[in-house]
Each structure stands twice: as C-alpha cells, then as structure tokens.
C-alpha cells in the first residue's frame, strides 16, 4: 500500500477501509510516514469528511496503536464520564463520589489543564498530600475497595493520537468533527470502561461554539461508541457562562465539597445529578432515570456522597482536614472585589475571558511548562438573569498580587451588562442516546 494513493482517495471524498486506516495510523506511530504526508491526508479529511464507519475505524487504529487499560479485575460496571471542557467544570469531583455512592465502580483517567480551562488533576492536587501517582494495582485495589480513583493519564494511552494532535495542531485541521470524535473517544475506549457518558459543553466557553456543532459532536461520538461495543450516552450541557461560582484549583473543590454536603449551587448540582443519573442507568443500578435521580439527590443531601469523597480524598493521600475543614485549602493574599460600573442585568459573560482571568492569576497554564498557583482563582457573584447595582461586587479575584490589573480588564470586559433582563440560559439542551 502506498500512502500516496490513501491520500488521493480521502481527497476524492471516498471512503477509507479499515486496512488503508490502520496502514496510515501504523505508519505515522511508527515513524515510516513522514508529517508532510499526514498533514496532506488531514486536510483531505477536514474537507471531505469522514462517514461514521470510517471515523469507528480511525477511532480503533488509535485505540490499538498503544496500550489499554485492563480493568476486568474491578468488580462490576464500569462506567466512565468525559467533560469536553469548560468553566469552572468541577463535576467529576461531584460525580464520582455520587456514583461511587450507590456502588457503581469509577476508574477515571484525567488530564491537566491547558489554556483557558482547568484541569482535573491540577485541582486535585490542591489538597495537601494528594496523589494521582500509583501503581496499576493500586489503581485497581482503590476502585474495588472505594469504588473511586483517579489517575493521570499515561502516555502510552492512545500515542498515535498524541501524535496526530499535535499536528493537527499546526496544520490548522483541529476542528474537524470526525478528528475531534475519534481523538477523544480513543482515550476513553482505551481507559477501559463498559459504558461512557459525554458531557458535550456548547457556548462561549466551551471548544464547540453553536448548538448544532456540539450536538454534531455528540452524535459522531454516540455512534463511535455504538461502533465499538460500548454504551455511550452524551449529554450536551451549557457553558455560556462559568459552571457554579467558583473558578481556579482549591475554590472548585470547595464548591465540589459544598455541593456534596447538599448545598444546592443550582447549575452545578443538576448538571451533576443528571450526569450521575445517566451513569448509574448506565451500570444497570437503576431501572429509570427517575429513580436514579431521586437516590441520588437523597445521598447529596444525607452525606453519603460527601464521606465517598472523603474515603476518595484519604485512599489518594489527601489531608483530610482541609475537606473536614474547608478554610484550610491553599487561599491567596489578596481578595479583590471587581465592582459593577453601572446598573442593570448581566446578560452575558463571557466564560472563556473568566478561564483566561484566572490562568493570568496562576491558576491556569498558558504553556505545558508552567507551574499552577492552587490558592489563586476567581468568585463569581452576579450571574446571567442577576440584576445588578452601580459599585456592587460582579466578582472576587484572589490574587496574590495587589494589583492583577490584566485579570480585572479581562473580567470587567467579560460582564455584559443592559438595561433589560434575558432568559434564563437552559443549562441542559440535549441527551443524546
Ligand atoms: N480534545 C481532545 O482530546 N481531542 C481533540 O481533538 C479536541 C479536544
């Protein structure tokens, strides 16, 4: 097979077979298909597309292009959740205890954050003593024994993606559907789960603008699963605006905290609940979603999922004081309050300017190399659909400069405030199944 002739196809809008996938994917891991070449096949896809066989194909070359995680030896079903990334996301911190709670194993593989979105892991890590280094055997022993761990990705999950990414990166073909789909849920297939949820974001902040991307996105991804033998159920949620009040490392796992000893921070606590809901159907737990719901809610507000939480935070090491004594998470020198410039109704806010706020701050990474600041962050306190007065509080920076002046432009141009209120944001638009 040469390479050459694979291109000229993709070019001509034709559809790839699995060995022609699989020549492509063996090569460029191996190193015998130069860049120039990929490059010119990306772009072949980015224009021509790919049908939703031929994305299952490309999906499988990249799962078996390295190692996957074998987690039959944790009891049960295993069910794995993936957010597309966002705002002040910090549902896996709520999730996992929440179905870990009604016993259904969660053996979660996370990323750091890059760019205007946080990562799992960083925040994680705020908590004193925290680890997401151990063993594969552990890994496992955590799951069967607590029904809950987390660990880093390793980098032998999925490498031709890896690979690929960071071209497409260069060749300006990240976003093509296809490319995206196959690239996310290699990693997941490949971190070994029986069933997946997606939370597919579409917004502002969000990698996926419009309604109509983001439910293409959820589809191609639903299908991929379909494809491959895994129950995948996506879940396209909000994120025209940071998700609950909080933004940056230790401020997210205080809510996370709060919002599992029942405290009812709306948005974060219902896209929580239906994404533990779908889970826990998922694992045949519950016959309906109704019914998982409701216990569900009940753990919230019975402090079932928060001592999960607990039993996850010490089994990985964390000083559990700092979850029995919120206060004594990393905090910053400075509080900062940005202050309304006139009256009105916030209308807008701009949730990828807020995650670029806080990275100005130190609680996001603008390169891999950068070191995160775990007690920086933001406090959102005004809303969209919130009234607000001329000199109140829109927002808390905590800083540890006096002066993050970049951080204050970025969230006063993030505001948008008028005269008249809107509607309410729908926090979920779509299930799909
Ligand atoms: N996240 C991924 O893992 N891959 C993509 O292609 C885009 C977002």
Redesign the pocket.
């Known amino acids: 097979m040469r390479m050459v002739d694979v291109i000229t196809k993709k070019r001509n809008g034709k559809e790839l077979s699995e060995e022609e996938i699989q020549f492509f994917i063996e090569g460029y891991t191996k190193e015998t298909i130069p860049d120039y070449q990929v490059s010119a096949l990306l772009m072949a896809i980015y224009f021509t597309g790919m049908t939703a066989e031929e994305t299952a194909r490309l999906t499988k070359a990249m799962v078996d292009s390295g190692e996957t995680i074998d987690l039959s030896q944790v009891k049960g079903h295993k069910v794995d959740k993936h957010s ?2 966002g705002v002040g996301d910090k549902t896996t911190f709520i999730v996992g205890p929440l179905v870990a709670s009604v016993g259904v194993p969660v053996a979660k593989m996370s990323g750091r954050g890059l760019g205007h979105t946080g990562g799992t892991l960083d925040k994680l890590e705020s908590i004193e003593g925290f680890t997401i280094e151990m063993t594969k055997e552990k890994f496992i022993e955590n799951v069967n024994t607590h029904k809950l761990a987390v660990a880093g990705q390793t980098g032998n999950l999925a490498p031709a ?1 890896k690979k690929l ?1 960071s071209l ?1 990166d260069v060749t300006a073909t ?1 976003d093509s559907i296809p ?2 789909a ?3 849920m290699s ?1 997941k297939l490949a971190s070994g789960a029986d069933s997946i949820v997606l939370d597919v974001k579409t917004g502002s902040g969000a ?1 996926m603008k419009t309604l109509s991307e983001s439910e293409e996105l959820a589809n191609e991804m639903v299908s991929i699963g379909k494809n491959l033998g895994r129950n995948t159920v996506a879940v396209i949620s909000d994120m025209n605006q940071p998700l609950g009040f909080e933004v940056g490392n230790a401020n997210e796992v205080k809510e996370a905290a709060e919002v599992l000893q029942g405290k009812k921070v709306t948005d974060l606590r219902n896209l929580s609940l239906e994404l533990a809901s779908h889970m826990t159907v998922l694992a045949e737990v519950f016959e309906s979603y109704e019914q998982a719901y409701s216990t569900l809610e009940e753990n919230l507000d019975n402090g079932k999922a928060f001592e999960a939480f607990r039993t996850f935070v010490q089994a990985q090491g964390g000083n559990i004081d700092m979850i029995d004594d919120l206060s004594k998470l990393p905090t910053s020198k400075h509080h900062i309050d940005v202050k309304a410039e006139q009256d009105g109704f916030v209308t807008e806010i701009d949730a990828e300017s807020i995650g670029i706020a806080a990275m100005y701050l130190g609680a996001g990474r603008a390169t891999k190399e950068d070191q995160i600041n775990h007690g920086v962050g933001i406090t959102l306190r005004k809303k969209i659909g919130d009234s607000v007065k001329a000199g109140e509080t829109l927002v808390i920076i905590h800083s540890d400069s006096d002066q993050p002046k970049d951080s204050i432009n970025k969230v006063l141009a993030s505001y948008k405030i008028e005269s008249s209120p809107v509607e309410a944001k729908k926090l979920i638009y779509k299930v799909i199944k």
């Open positions: 597309t990334g993606d990414y497409r990240v490319l995206i196959g690239s996310i990693k990698f």
